[in-house]
């Protein structure tokens, strides 16, 4: 697998959340996994199983968010699945392009992906994270009075 490089795009996922911040990494990584074998000019067939990947493993990560959102009672849960299920309907449109051969993924789909991804972290995953924080701050100060 590609690790992600050092960059501005490598602390993008950090929103000091360690499970969060670990299933963004993966997920950053499963695409530039992707980007790179586009670039190798990988078969269809691997580039096909990598996209299945990257997939599952974001349809896993959204799951696991939500269920973090709803136990958190995140007021904001209902705008945010809105925009995993377009994000995921997105990936299952290339998914099924590649698969009918109506068309192959390009670099273009990738970019648009991995910008739709690092946006979407940063936005709106990032404004659980701060809600996370502000919940947590209010537990333990509301403990720290008992």
């Known amino acids: 697998m590609t690790k992600l490089p050092p960059s501005s795009a490598d602390h993008a996922f950090r929103l000091g959340d360690a499970a969060l911040d670990l299933e963004h990494k993966g997920q950053l990584d499963l695409l530039l996994d992707i980007e790179a074998e586009l670039r190798g000019s ?18 896993l990560h959204f799951m696991s968010e939500q269920v973090m959102m709803r136990q958190q009672a995140y007021p904001g849960l209902p705008e945010h699945e809105a925009e995993h299920d377009e994000l995921m309907e997105q990936m299952r449109d290339f998914q099924a ?24 972290i940063c936005t709106k995953d990032a404004a659980f994270a701060d809600y996370m924080a502000r919940q947590n701050a209010s537990t333990e100060a509301g403990q720290g009075a008992a």
Not at 42 to 59: G, M
Not at 98 to 117: E, P
Request: hydrophobic share 45%; glycine share 2%; with cysteine.
């Open 42 to 59: 990988a078969q269809k067939d691997t580039l096909a199983a990598s996209l299945d990947r990257l997939i599952e493993f974001t349809n």
């Open 97 to 120: 392009r590649i698969a009918t051969g109506n068309r192959a993924l390009c670099s273009t789909d990738l970019a648009t992906l991995h910008d739709w991804v690092l946006r979407h």
